[in-house]
């Protein structure tokens, strides 16, 4: 199972980017998916999760900004990023599991068991 993110760059302050992660050797069509994010110092919280039926979740420091959305077709997961924050500024990861997961527990770390590399985003005030 492989998970690879890509989109990540820097930007300023009230821009936008959007965010890519292409899984390939599993078929993730039934089971939750997320973006975490990490910044220097800090621990991996929880950014967004997608169920099998499309249904998200988000934490409330980007509810309105971001959204995460899937195409199944494709085994890609993305995350578009409104109206970025110097605050946004982190590695971004894009997370799997081949278990029984809830996409309500979107930073619930260990619900996940592949992840991949991470992409750098970082934004400029």
């Known amino acids: 199972v492989r998970l690879v993110e890509s989109g990540g760059g820097s930007v300023q302050a009230g821009g936008s980017m959007r965010l890519s992660c292409a899984v390939s050797?599993?078929?993730?069509?039934?089971?939750?998916m997320g973006w975490f994010r990490q910044a220097p110092g800090k621990e991996r919280e929880g950014v967004a999760a997608?169920?099998?039926?499309?249904?998200?979740s988000y934490a409330d420091s980007v509810k309105g900004r971001f959204t995460i959305s899937r195409d199944v077709a494709k085994n890609a997961l993305y995350l578009q990023m409104n109206s970025l924050k110097p605050e946004d500024t982190a590695m971004y990861f894009c997370?799997?599991?081949?278990?029984?997961?809830?996409?309500?527990?979107?930073?619930?770390?260990?619900?996940?068991?592949?992840w991949g590399q991470g992409t750098q985003v970082t934004v400029s005030s």
């Open positions: 997370a799997t599991t081949d278990r029984l997961c809830s996409y309500v527990d979107y930073d619930r770390v260990g619900q996940y068991n592949y």
């Open positions: 050797g599993f078929s993730y069509s039934s089971v939750c």
């Open positions: 997608i169920a099998s039926d499309a249904s998200t």
